[in-house]
């Protein structure tokens, strides 16, 4: 647990800036910033920065907040912030609360299954 409440139960409104989303749901007190959402979930307190590209993902967000100051201090030591970085690449993906992913990386589900006529198909990537 964050031990500054004020960071925790705090929700403020979302900043979005240069974005693309398609069929997706960005909740409240968001950070995004030039990234593109297609077919995705984005929870609440949730920080994406630029040139990430989520699709067809649950991002379920963050329990608090971290300062700016936070931040700084976290990539200075060579550490990552919650969030997402820049430049990465997520698909088919549930991303969990509070998850920290660093920039220029790829996650990707290559083993997508599909439910239909009671019978499991799977997919290649």
């Not at 979302?14 to 909740?27: E, P, R």
């Not at 593109?36 to 967000?61: A, F, P, Q, W």
Request: proline share 2%; charged share 20%.
């Amino acid at each position: 647990m964050h031990s500054d409440r004020g960071n925790y139960l705090k929700v403020i409104s979302s900043s979005v800036t240069l974005m693309q989303v398609v069929d997706s749901i960005i909740s409240h007190g968001s950070f995004l910033t030039d990234c593109s959402i297609e077919h995705s979930v984005v929870g609440i307190r949730s920080r994406i920065n630029s040139g990430v590209h989520l699709k067809d993902t649950m991002m379920l967000g963050a329990d608090y907040y971290e300062t700016d100051a936070e931040v700084a201090s976290l990539l200075a030591e060579g550490r990552v912030p919650i969030g997402i970085g820049e430049n990465t690449k997520i698909k088919d993906c549930i991303i969990d609360k509070n998850a920290r992913i660093g920039k220029n990386v790829v996650i990707a589900n290559s083993a997508v299954r599909v439910i239909h006529d009671n019978s499991l198909i799977n997919l290649p990537p």
